[in-house]
């Protein structure tokens, strides 16, 4: 019952242990920092069971004592912060992907991986599933990340078959929630962001291109289930409600009393024009569907950010 959980930092990886602690693990996380934060695992910092250590995955580690479980979530997963830091993504979704399998190898433990639905590209067909492959550009900017994750879901599956490893591989879609940073890039962060500095709020193209937005505690409960279950082929994991960027914009506008207006700038290169999850998978293997709503979701994690928000303007 302990766990490694790489990218513990982060976003998600910190709530990942949260989760494995709550259920009786004993977690110890790495991360590098490059876009993770210690402030994430404060609240962590006096639980016995808890260990963390500041370690690039990229570069061969070792790791004493037993290990029940490695789950791999070191990345970078925003754009600006990929194209930022292209070789680091590329190098945490191959060559850290093969130092991780091999951990979980030498301890004889189970491993989960932390694919996206960013292997999709910009797809066809909507909603997707699982047995669609995909229409990816392997050289535009995005493809750092998205080849990264495609090459580290082509490895997990080789270690299984190979080795025999249990294995298993989460398609995360666009995930929401407390501790997310305030300057990530992506939608919510950035629209929130600039309703807070009474900037106007910047969304891309026409804002028609749709999203599908989880909120993190559902998120994480369908990667635990997902853990522990015997299905090793990838799986989806999102909420499957969709709506328009412009929609969302609206949504975030409405919390704010004196809200910025929209402006419109160019779509950047590659960026999906759907993203909707087909979680029949999920539902029917694990029984697993997300529980929280988009306001309920909304109206926390913008109160996180507000509290963010004004301890930055304190000290600035």
């Known amino acids: 019952m302990r766990a490694v959980v790489t990218g513990g930092a982060g976003f998600l990886g910190s709530h990942l242990s949260d989760r494995l602690l709550a259920e009786g693990w004993e977690v110890l996380a790495l991360d590098n920092l490059i876009t993770g934060d210690e402030s994430n695992l404060v609240h962590l910092g006096t639980n016995p069971k808890f260990r963390f250590e500041r370690t ?144 106007p709020i910047t969304v891309y193209g026409e804002g028609t291109q749709t999203r599908s937005f989880c909120y993190v505690s559902d998120l994480i409960d369908g ?38 207006q929209v402006v419109f700038e160019p779509l950047p290169e590659d960026d999906p024009k759907q993203r909707r999850p087909d979680i029949s998978k999920a539902k029917r293997l694990l029984g697993w569907e997300p529980k929280v709503n988009l306001d309920e979701g909304l109206k926390s994690t913008i109160d996180f950010f507000k509290q963010q928000f004004l301890k930055a303007s304190a000290t600035s």
């Open 56 to 199: 690039d995955v990229n570069e061969p580690f070792r790791v004493s004592g037993d290990v029940g479980y490695v789950f791999h979530f070191a990345s970078p997963a925003s754009p600006p912060d990929y194209l930022k830091f292209p070789i680091e993504t590329l190098k945490v979704g191959s060559i850290a992907t093969m130092h991780t399998l091999d951990l979980a190898k030498a301890k004889n433990a189970r491993f989960l991986l932390a694919s996206t639905s960013e292997c999709y590209g910009d797809p066809d067909v909507s909603p997707q599933s699982e047995s669609y492959w995909g229409h990816v550009n392997p050289i535009g900017p995005r493809s750092v990340y998205d080849e990264a994750k495609r090459f580290a879901e082509a490895i997990t599956m080789a270690y299984h078959r190979y080795y025999d490893l249990d294995t298993h591989i989460a398609r995360i879609f666009n995930t929401y929630g407390p501790r997310m940073r305030l300057n990530d890039g992506r939608a919510l962060p950035n629209f929130v962001y600039q309703a807070l500095s009474s900037q």
């Open 223 to 260: 990667i635990y289930k997902l853990s522990q279950s015997g299905e090793h082929f990838p799986t989806n994991i999102g909420n499957p409600t969709e709506l328009t960027i412009l929609e969302f914009a609206e949504r975030v506008r409405a919390h704010f009393p004196s809200a910025p």
